[in-house]
């Protein structure tokens, strides 16, 4: 009985050329696929109209004492964001805010005034309201290939002087599964 051997004469052996040179083909292909079939973007974020409205408030003292009132400087900033979804999943927000970055680098975060209390600082400030619009509220669903518009509330507790010097000024919008969405409030 003769011994098995299993060794491959010299002249039998294969090269791997032409299954690396398939591998390597497959593995671009794929790669190409997922590059071109994947968005690239969550979502485009475009700013359609701002306004801002100061508010200089004065609280008058009951004290006989010279200089006992107190004064209060606000902003109110309106800006109207349009969001594009570009996923082939629909999008949900979770929380609207937005940043203000002063000349110095200190960074001012404010969240957007809620449904529950735009009404009452309409009372309040009645110059308010004629600017206000639909609003883009949290738990707003936007459907794969859609979009949604509406108005963000901000406020800011500065004079409307620290705006206009600003560095920076960002809209973010926080999304469930996505992470945040931002867009930079233009200079005007």
């Known amino acids: 009985m003769s011994e098995l051997s299993f ?11 032409a299954p690396a040179i398939v591998v390597v083909l497959i593995a671009a292909i794929g790669f190409a696929l997922i590059w071109f079939l994947t968005p690239h973007r969550i979502a485009d ?3 359609t109209h701002t306004a ?7 609280f008058a003292s009951s004290s006989k004492v010279v200089g006992s009132e107190t004064a209060q400087d606000d902003l109110y900033v309106f800006v109207t964001v ?3 979804n570009k996923l082939k999943l629909p999008i949900t927000i979770n929380d609207i805010g937005g940043t203000l970055t002063a000349p110095d680098d200190t960074v001012t975060p404010a969240s ?3 449904k529950n209390d735009r009404d009452s ?3 309040s400030f009645p110059a308010l309201k004629p600017l206000a619009s639909a609003p883009l509220n949290p738990e707003t669903v936007i459907q794969p290939g ?4 509406g108005m963000v509330l901000l406020h800011f507790p500065f004079p409307e002087a620290d705006w206009k010097n600003r560095k920076a ?4 919008i926080d999304t469930y599964h996505q992470g945040p969405l931002t867009v930079e409030i233009p200079k005007s």
Do not use: D, K
Not at 7 to 17: G, M
Not at 52 to 58: A, I
């Open 169 to 172: 000024a960002a809209i973010v």
């Open 146 to 149: 859609g979009q949604a518009e």
């Open 52 to 58: 801002v409205v100061p508010e200089h408030t004065v």
């Open 112 to 114: 957007a005034i809620g």
């Open 45 to 47: 974020l475009t700013i």
């Open 82 to 84: 349009r969001i594009e």
């Open 121 to 123: 600082l309409y009372l």
């Open 7 to 17: 060794s491959q004469p010299q002249s039998e052996r294969r090269s791997f050329l």
